[in-house]
């Protein structure tokens, strides 16, 4: 058995998600740590969030880091061997504490500095009302040519090619609703997401820059576990190409459909995706339906997740 795990991006948080985590005696390593990251108790802070802004970009970051880490604090000591990982989007940072290249505080620290650089470069606030846009479905070679002359002519960048047909667009607030506005009857799959930045886009060059300084100055050593580059789908094993694989995918186009094409290519027959969520292993298994793909969510218990690998190495 080849296993590859998954971190998963923004926008799958939720209010509840934390719950469990935030309770699990197993988990209060990671939870001291990102109570000395952030000032307070994590619970507390989590706790005085309302619906809208547990969306805003810098808290979202810092909810889906925790969810990730607390999940992979449970579940590393159950799990074999680890041949790969890869993240998606703010993922892909979480990767490197799961591979053993950064320290629990160092990656919260972090997840703070890239979240407030990103706010900085984009001008977020609480009204921006959602900088990336889904698009889903196969359309007409005639609904496609004017879903690229929309993307030129509206200022957007592709901010994640997700598979054959399915895209993340980023922009300004007003430019995504705008091409919302126009397209919705051409693509009634549209989905506007609630992040409030335009990531993996020109628009954050400015943050890509500075990130990289602050990496630079990090203590993120040489992953223990092979992690795959978003930006090109390459291997990164050491130091020097950690902090440019992070640094550039704040501004650049992430090629998931690569990623993806790169687990079946280094043959993994098994993925586990730290959610919250499962939309990650979905697309994997359906892109490459050899590849047994699960959430952990999808299972009722860890020890359900442990049989499961169990039976399908059998």
Not at 30 to 55: E, H, M, T
Request: aromatic share 6%.
């Amino acid at each position: 058995m080849r296993l590859a795990i998954v971190c998963s991006g923004q926008a799958g948080q939720h209010r509840g998600m934390l719950d469990e985590l935030l309770a699990a005696p197993e988990c209060e390593c990671i939870r001291q740590a990102a109570s000395d990251v952030l000032g307070q108790d994590i619970a507390l802070w989590w706790d005085g969030l309302d619906d809208k802004n547990i969306f805003l970009n810098a808290n979202a970051q810092f909810a889906i880091a925790f969810y990730q880490m607390a999940t992979w604090s449970r579940i590393a000591p159950l799990l074999p061997g680890i041949s790969l990982i890869v993240g998606y989007s703010l993922g892909e940072l979480i990767g490197y504490h799961v591979a053993g290249a950064l320290s629990a505080p160092e990656t919260f620290r972090l997840v703070r500095e890239r979240a407030r650089l990103m706010d900085e470069a984009a001008g977020s606030s609480p009204d921006a009302g959602g900088c990336m846009v889904l698009w889903r479905g196969r359309v007409s070679p005639a609904t496609l040519a004017i879903h690229d002359r929309a993307i030129a002519e509206y200022g957007l960048d592709v901010a994640i090619k997700r598979t054959a047909g399915e895209q993340v667009l980023a922009g300004t607030s007003a430019s995504i609703a705008r091409f919302v506005t126009d397209l919705q009857a051409l693509n009634p799959h549209l989905l506007r997401l609630p992040v409030t930045i335009p990531a993996h886009s020109h628009y954050l060059a400015m943050a890509s820059g500075s990130f990289r300084e602050i990496l630079n100055s990090s203590p993120i050593c040489a992953p223990r576990i092979t992690v795959l580059g978003t930006v090109d789908a390459m291997p990164v094993r050491s130091r020097e190409a950690a902090i440019s694989a992070l640094a550039r995918q704040i501004a650049t186009t992430i090629r998931w459909d690569e990623c993806m094409d790169a687990l079946a290519e280094s043959g993994i027959d098994k993925v586990i995706e730290l959610g919250p969520g499962n939309d990650l292993a979905k697309l994997i298994g359906a892109e490459h339906p050899h590849i047994a793909a699960h959430a952990v969510e999808d299972f009722g218990n860890y020890r359900a997740l442990v049989d499961w690998l169990n039976r399908s190495s059998a």
